[in-house]
C-alpha cells in the first residue's frame, strides 16, 4: 500500500458515546452582545435546536432520519455572503459537525446539495430547468405577470432572489410540512424523471409552496443548474476534514486528513462512499478503499502542464523519460469487465451511447483472459480512407445519444497511452513503465480503430525534435513528455511536473492556449454591426468560484461564426454581471458565465484593466492579462468548472523569461496596461 492510500482508520478509533442536548462546550460560541452581521453569524446561531453536547471523541447514534432544509439553506446564505476563504470553511465545517453527529444520512445529500447536483455527474441526473418551466412555476406562486418577473429578473440578476422577495408576502390558509433535506432531494429526482413540462411544472410548483424564505432561492438555482454560492468543490475537504477533526478533537491533523480525503475523492469522486466512511461508527480501516479507484465510477483524470521548449522540459526531467503522441481528441476513460463496457469524459460524464464502435473496438482488441480493466485514453476522429487523423471539431459533430453502429457517419480511433486498473487491482501508484507493459499485454491492436499512443523513450535532448516533428506530420497537437520511471504514478485531479505538453505553436506565442468563459461582450461596428464585435473573457477562482477577467478578444472569428455567436450569447444576456471581478472599461451587455472558448495569445503581461489573479500577483490591484489574443473554438467538451483558473494564468505568467522578480518578491510590471491596442483596428472595421 502506497503512501497516498494509506489508511485513515488512525483518525477514527473506537471512543465514548456522545448525547445530544445542551450547548457544544463553549466551541463556536458567537458573541450575542457583538455587531457581527448577520451574514456572518454561525450556523449553530441559526439552527440552535441542533446545537450538540460533546462528552467525548466519536460520532453519537443517530437522532432524527433527516434535518430541516432551512438550516442547509441558512448555511448556503451565510458562505454567499462571506468573503473570507477560512471562515468560509468554518462555517461550512460547523454545519456538517451537526449533519454528521445528529443526521449521518444526510451527508452524502448536504454534499451533493453543496455542489448544486442531487447525484454524481456520470449517473446523468442532471436538473438544468428551462427558464421558460421555471418563469410559469415562480408566475403561480408568487402571483406575479410575465412582464413583472421579467423585470425584476433584469433588476436583481437572479430569478431565486426574484422568487424570494415575492413569495414572502404571499399567504396560504394551509401551511405545508416544512422541507426536509431527504424530502427535498427525492422531489428533485422526480422533478428529473417527469415525462412532460406539465407534470414537471406541478412537482416544482409544490416544491417552492412549501419553500420558505431563503429555501426558494436555493431551490430555483439548483433546479436551473447554476448554483454558485462562492464555495467550490475544491472547498470541501479542508471543510470536511476541520469538522472530522474537530469532533475527534484532533485538529493538529486536519491538513493530513485533508490531503487524504483529496485523493480519495480524486480517485472516487463519489460522495456516498466518501459519506458511509466518515459516518461509521466501527473503526475506519476500511475507508483505503475509497483511495482505490473502482469499477464503473470514473476518476478525475491526470493532466499536464505546458512547457515552451524542449529545454525547458529536459531540465526538469531525469532520463530516460517518455513522450507521446498528443492526440487533438476528446479525453476518454473506459471500464469493462466481462458482462459491460462504460466510456466516460474527462468531466466523468457517461458518453457510452455516443460512442458503440469504441464499445466494439475495445471488444476486439482485448486480450480473451482479461476480467476487467480501466484504460485512460483519447477518443480521435479517424478518416479510414486516407488513414488519416482529423481535428477535435469534427469529433463535436457526432451525436451525444442515440447513436448506433450502423448510422455512424464520423468515424473515430481509441489511442489509448494507459491502464490504471487490471483484473481488480489499482495500478496508479505503478510507475509507467510497468504501466505501460501491463497495457502492451493486455491488449492489441485493431488497424484504424484502437491503436497504443506512439510514444519514444528519451535517453537524450537530441532524440525529442526529430520525434516532435514526426508528432506533427502525423497530424497531431505535438507531444505528451511523461516521467518513466522515477515519480512516475498516476495522480488523478493533479496538473503535475510529471507530465508536460509540448504543442506545436510553441515557438509561436504561449505554450499553450488557455480555456476561457465568455462574460460580456462589445456590439460590432462596421462590417461587425448588429452582431457582438469582441468578447470579454474571464478565468475561475477555484477557490471562490468567482470569475476574473483576462482579456478582450476581437480575432479569430468568421462573419458566418460571429453570428452564431451572436444567436445564442443572446439567449445568455443579463441585467449585471455575475460574480465577474473587472476593471472599469465595463462591456455592453453581460452574459451567464456558461460557455468555454479556447484561446490562443502572444504572452501576459499586467493590467489594471483586468483581474486574473489579482491577490496573486499583489501589485495595487493589477491582475494578469492575456495579450494579443485569438478565438481557437469552442469546447463543448468543457464545462465551466474546468476552465483555466487564476493560478495557472499567474503561473503561465511567470514562467515567461521576459518576467522576473525583485528583490521584495514582487513581480515586475512588463507593459503599461495598453494591451487592448491590437485589436482595435479590426474591431472597427
Request: hydrophobic share 35%.
Amino acid at each position: 500500500m502506497s503512501k497516498r492510500q494509506s489508511s485513515l482508520s488512525r483518525f477514527f478509533k473506537p471512543a465514548k458515546r456522545a448525547t445530544v442536548g445542551g450547548q457544544n462546550n463553549g466551541e463556536n460560541k458567537s458573541d450575542e452582545k457583538g455587531n457581527e452581521k448577520k451574514k456572518q453569524e454561525s450556523i449553530e446561531e441559526k439552527n440552535q435546536s441542533l446545537q450538540i453536547k460533546e462528552e467525548g471523541n466519536s460520532f453519537p447514534e443517530q437522532k432524527v432520519k433527516t434535518l430541516p432544509f432551512k438550516g442547509l439553506a441558512d448555511c448556503f446564505d451565510a458562505l454567499e455572503n462571506e468573503s473570507g476563504k477560512l471562515k468560509k470553511r468554518e462555517i461550512y465545517a460547523n454545519y456538517l459537525k451537526t449533519v454528521i453527529t445528529i443526521c449521518p444520512n444526510d451527508l452524502t445529500d448536504v454534499l451533493n446539495l453543496t455542489t448544486g447536483q442531487i447525484a454524481p455527474t456520470w449517473e446523468g441526473k442532471e436538473l438544468g430547468i428551462g427558464d421558460a418551466i421555471l418563469k410559469d412555476v415562480v408566475k403561480s406562486v408568487t402571483g406575479l405577470k410575465l412582464s413583472q418577473l421579467n423585470d425584476k429578473i433584469k433588476e436583481l440578476g437572479d430569478i431565486g432572489i426574484v422568487a424570494q422577495n415575492s413569495k414572502k408576502n404571499q399567504k396560504l390558509l394551509v401551511q405545508p410540512k416544512p422541507l426536509t433535506i431527504q424530502g427535498v432531494v427525492l422531489r428533485m429526482k422526480e422533478i428529473l424523471e417527469a415525462d412532460n413540462s406539465d407534470i414537471k411544472k406541478n412537482k416544482i410548483t409544490a416544491l417552492l409552496v412549501a419553500a420558505i424564505g431563503n429555501e426558494i432561492r436555493f431551490i430555483l438555482r439548483i433546479l436551473k443548474g447554476v448554483f454558485r454560492i462562492g464555495f467550490t468543490d475544491r472547498s470541501l475537504p479542508p471543510a470536511i476534514a476541520q469538522a472530522v477533526c474537530s469532533i475527534r478533537k484532533e485538529n493538529n491533523r486536519i491538513e493530513e486528513l485533508t490531503e487524504l480525503i483529496t485523493n480519495a475523492v480524486a480517485r472516487v469522486p463519489s460522495f456516498q462512499y466518501l459519506s458511509e466512511h466518515i459516518t461509521a461508527n466501527d473503526p475506519f480501516e476500511e475507508f483505503a478503499k475509497t483511495n482505490s479507484v473502482q469499477l464503473f465510477i470514473p476518476f478525475r483524470p491526470m493532466l499536464a502542464k505546458p512547457k515552451k521548449s524542449i529545454t525547458d522540459i529536459t531540465s526538469r526531467f531525469k532520463f530516460p523519460f517518455t513522450a507521446e503522441y498528443k492526440y487533438d481528441g476528446e479525453r476518454g476513460q473506459i471500464h469493462f469487465n466481462k458482462n459491460k463496457i462504460m466510456v466516460f469524459t474527462r468531466n466523468l460524464e457517461n458518453y457510452t451511447e455516443k460512442y458503440p464502435d469504441v464499445i466494439e473496438a475495445v471488444k476486439d482488441a482485448v486480450n480473451p483472459n482479461i476480467q476487467s480493466f480501466i484504460i485512460d485514453c483519447e477518443i480521435v476522429a479517424f478518416n479510414r480512407e486516407t488513414n488519416e487523423f482529423q481535428e477535435f471539431q469534427i469529433l463535436g459533430r457526432r451525436a451525444k445519444k442515440g447513436v448506433s453502429v450502423h448510422s455512424i457517419a464520423i468515424n473515430v480511433c481509441v489511442n489509448v497511452f494507459d491502464i490504471v486498473y487490471l483484473n481488480g487491482k489499482d495500478l496508479m501508484d505503478k510507475p509507467l513503465k510497468e504501466r505501460r507493459d501491463i497495457l502492451h499485454s493486455t491488449f492489441h491492436e485493431v488497424s484504424q480503430r484502437f491503436l497504443f499512443a506512439r510514444f519514444k523513450n528519451i535517453e537524450n535532448e537530441e532524440d525529442i525534435l526529430p520525434f516532435f516533428e514526426e508528432a506533427i506530420n502525423h497530424r497531431t497537437e505535438g507531444l505528451m513528455c511523461k516521467t518513466l520511471i522515477y515519480d512516475a504514478e498516476y495522480i488523478p485531479d493533479k496538473r503535475t511536473d510529471t507530465w508536460y505538453k509540448l504543442k506545436k505553436d510553441y515557438l509561436n506565442g504561449l505554450a499553450d492556449t488557455v480555456d476561457l468563459v465568455p462574460v460580456g461582450a462589445w456590439m460590432g461596428e462596421g462590417k461587425r454591426a448588429g452582431v457582438y464585435g469582441a468578447f470579454l473573457l474571464a478565468c475561475r477562482d477555484e477557490d471562490s468560484g468567482d470569475f476574473e477577467t483576462v482579456t478582450k478578444v476581437g480575432t479569430g472569428f468568421s462573419d458566418e461564426a460571429l453570428q452564431k455567436l451572436y444567436e445564442h450569447l443572446k439567449t445568455l444576456e443579463c441585467k449585471e454581471k455575475k460574480n465577474v471581478k473587472h476593471g472599469d472599461n465595463l462591456p455592453d451587455v453581460w452574459f451567464e458565465p456558461k460557455d468555454v472558448w479556447e484561446i490562443k495569445g502572444a504572452d501576459l503581461s499586467l493590467s489594471l484593466q483586468y483581474k486574473a489573479g489579482t491577490k496573486l500577483v499583489n501589485t495595487e490591484g493589477r491582475g494578469v492579462c492575456l495579450r494579443f489574443p485569438r478565438y481557437i473554438r469552442s469546447r463543448d467538451d468543457k464545462e465551466v468548472n474546468d476552465i483555466t483558473t487564476n493560478k495557472q494564468i499567474y503561473d503561465l505568467y511567470k514562467d515567461q523569461p521576459s518576467v522576473r522578480e525583485t528583490k521584495d518578491g514582487q513581480m515586475k510590471i512588463i507593459n503599461n496596461d495598453n494591451e487592448e491596442e491590437s485589436q482595435e483596428s479590426e474591431e472597427k472595421e
